[in-house]
């Protein structure tokens, strides 16, 4: 099966018109785009007194996403709050929902709407030791009180191996004809050797509740109160600890830094995070997992956009592959 990434470029006037009837938020007079396109659609709402996001939510069928999945992130999402961790908040509309549909021409999705949050998402240029020892005590702290959180959702999210390798394996094999058979043998060589590692290394991981996608676009530092404010919980579930620890790390790799600008930037964070938790820090699993996310990364991406020309464009697959045997000898 092949699902197709559709979706409709949305008239501004209509979405004024759909938020003002669903919420009692006052003098709200534009909407205007920050991102279209991508994973979300997210639009800035203003008035003369706030400002406040819209979120679109992008459906992911493909991962059998339902409202009850948008729920449980944003039931998550305040329940940190009122622990003091904190995270993107959410305004409920005039029914008391956390949640919402909108209909647009590819059918109906979610939104949601958030308080505008102060802050500015770290430029990949300067080391501020402070934000990211500050970071890892986050998740620290997220860490402890997620445990005792408790959804009225369904949904049950797991980022465990069989969605981050095995499905991601399915989507490379079956839902994007590859450029040739050599890309789809070594693609097949490096999911059965982590297959293997993975059964070796995790045999007795727990699964605890985790952002799954702390990189250095997904957090806010407020400078003036010394704040990390944590957003975009989309793939928050159950999953391992040292996999979350790893996001950062790749993130850091992926955008090109040097290795010893990575290791600063690593040790605040773990360091930051070791002192506020008591769970283990591996260095191997972290690394292990940087290989994970790159397979991860690019088995979403053929969910996402499987009519994208570059899906069947080698010297970009050999890229991925580059980097996954790259990681390998990461230290």
């Known amino acids: ?47 003369s007194k706030r400002k406040l996001i819209l979120k679109i939510f992008f459906q992911r069928q493909c991962w059998g996403y339902s ?23 959410t305004i409920v509309n005039k029914f008391g929902a956390l949640i919402d549909r909108i209909l647009l021409a590819e059918g109906e999705r979610f939104f ?14 300067t080391l501020k ?21 408790v959804s009225t959702s369904s949904a049950q999210r797991k980022l465990d191996i069989n969605l981050m390798l095995d499905k991601s394996w399915y989507n490379i094999e079956h839902l994007v004809q590859l450029p040739s058979n050599k890309i789809k043998q070594e ?7 982590m297959k293997a590692e993975a ?58 830094h040097k290795h010893h600008f990575i ?16 769970n283990p820090i591996d260095q191997n699993l972290i690394n292990f997992f940087v290989r ?3 397979f991860f990364m690019l088995g979403s991406s053929f969910l996402f956009y499987p009519d994208k020309v570059e899906f069947n464009n080698a010297h970009i697959l050999n890229n991925f592959i580059k980097a996954i045997k790259k990681a390998e000898k990461l230290h």
Request: charged share 20%.
């Open 1 to 47: 099966m092949q699902y197709i990434a559709v979706r409709s470029l949305v008239n501004r006037e209509y979405l004024l018109k759909v938020v003002r009837s669903k919420y009692a938020l006052e003098g709200v007079t534009s909407c205007n785009p920050l991102k279209v396109g991508g994973s979300n659609d997210i639009f800035l709402l203003t008035s």
């Open 112 to 125: 949601a709407v958030y308080e505008f949050t102060k802050g500015a998402k770290w430029d990949h240029v």
């Open 129 to 149: 030791k402070q934000r990211f020892y500050k970071l890892g005590q986050t998740i620290a702290r997220l860490h402890d009180v997620s445990q005792q959180f």
């Open 292 to 294: 994970l996310r790159y």
């Open 187 to 193: 693609l097949s060589s490096i999911y059965r050797e």
């Open 67 to 89: 409202e009850e999945h948008y729920l449980f992130e944003l039931e998550l999402q305040q329940y940190l709050n009122a622990c003091g961790i904190p995270s993107s908040k």
């Open 199 to 256: 059964q070796n290394l995790l045999a007795t991981q727990e699964l605890l509740l985790i952002h799954g996608d702390v990189h250095c676009g997904n957090h806010l530092y407020y400078s003036a109160t010394d704040t990390i404010t944590l957003i975009d919980f989309e793939l928050c579930g159950y999953g391992f600890v040292n996999y979350e620890l790893s996001v950062l790390k790749h993130d850091l790799i992926n955008n090109g």
């Open 263 to 278: 290791n600063k930037v690593m040790h605040e964070f773990l360091n930051g995070y070791a002192a506020f938790s008591k």
